[in-house]
């Protein structure tokens, strides 16, 4: 028999789905349409995760009956060879699940990128990033809703906020938060020398369901004005652009994508539930790195990754030290090697 721990805890799943169940059987759980929608959605998800887990067991099951059987039968030999070979590469896809193992791995997602410095090679190289994210969220199936957008006098983006939806999408992405360093010869240059530009990746879970951050009116100054900037037919003729700003933090956050004032607001909060939640976080590991003596300020300079297209070609990761010279397919959305590389590092930790 099989038998499966650590992270993945079959018992406590089944009891999730219990509970999930319950509350789907309860009177008038559909008159609250995105609530159903979620919890239908974790319920539908819990549900495949059990019954990937109970199939392993079952061909594990299976095997041991097998070899406990084969007394020299070559045929029984080679079907055990096929079989184990189904079972490794199953397991190994549930493996890697059980990597997103953080309180919200299994949540949406909301990216942001920030031009940094670099001027407009910096603006462009924020573009290129929203191109890879976008790339890669299409390969694996997750849905992308662009929040807010403001683009660069000359070219690019300056910033672009990204909701993301998708099972897992949080737990792919987290990996992508920090700085990103692009170093080639400029196209905006003349002289086509080599340019360095930084751009900031921040990304945060979709808490639109999460009561864990509570906000309370009184900590809300809420601006409504016009739309600006590329949008929809009617994006600058009503007051439907929301800015949030959160009192006690100073955070500020702002949505204009949809047409509907209501909308922006609701999408705004979801935003800055997320911006608190890491907020709170930081002041927690800052405490503690405190006590401990090893307090550091964060500074801009320290990339996350670097792309280098000239002189050479090559993408590092400097905290899991993973590499590769092939920075046409990671531009073009292929990252499934960093994020594997630094779930790994955080699982060994």
């Not at 951050?213 to 409504?224: P, Q, S, W, Y």
């Not at 935003?271 to 405490?287: F, I, P």
Request: one cysteine or more.
């Amino acid at each position: 028999m099989l038998e499966v721990g650590g992270y993945f805890d079959l018992d406590g799943l089944g009891q999730k789905i219990g509970k999930l169940e319950q509350e789907i059987a309860q009177p008038g759980f559909w008159n609250d349409q995105e609530n159903a929608q979620t919890v239908s959605r974790q319920y539908e998800n819990s549900k495949s995760d059990l019954n990937s887990w109970q199939f392993l067991k079952t061909e594990v099951d299976d095997l041991s009956q097998l070899i406990e059987a084969i007394d020299g039968d070559l045929e029984l030999v080679h079907e055990i060879e096929e079989k184990l070979g189904a079972i490794e590469k199953e397991f190994n896809q549930l493996e890697f699940q059980v990597m997103f193992a953080g309180p919200y791995d299994k949540e949406g997602a909301v990216l942001s990128i920030h031009a940094g410095t670099g001027g407009v090679d910096a603006q462009d190289w924020s573009e290129i990033l929203l191109r890879m994210y976008t790339r890669f969220c299409q390969i694996h199936d997750f849905d992308v809703k662009i929040i807010e957008r403001t683009m660069g006098n000359e070219a690019g983006i300056k910033n672009v906020v990204l909701e993301i939806s998708g099972r897992h999408a949080y737990g792919w992405l987290k990996s992508e938060n920090g700085v990103h360093r692009l170093v080639r010869i400029s196209p905006f240059d003349s002289e086509k020398m080599r340019h360095t530009s930084f751009a900031l990746v921040e990304v945060l879970p979709d808490l639109e369901t999460n009561n864990e951050i509570e906000i309370k009116d009184d900590d809300l100054r809420i601006d409504v004005m016009r739309a600006g900037g590329h949008g929809g037919q009617s994006v600058n003729t009503t007051d439907s652009a929301v800015r949030m700003t959160h009192l006690p933090t100073g955070i500020v956050v702002k949505c204009q994508n949809e047409r509907s004032q209501m909308q922006n607001r609701k999408t705004a909060l979801k935003v800055l539930k997320g911006k608190l939640l890491k907020y709170y976080s930081k002041q927690e590991d800052d405490k503690i790195k405190e006590i401990k003596g090893e307090y550091q300020q964060a500074e801009w300079g320290s990339q996350a990754r670097s792309y280098v297209m000239q002189p050479y070609q090559l993408v590092k990761d400097h905290r899991t030290e993973y590499e590769t010279a092939e920075i046409t397919k990671v531009l073009d959305g292929d990252l499934d090697g960093f994020v594997e590389e630094y779930l790994r590092s955080k699982a060994k930790k």
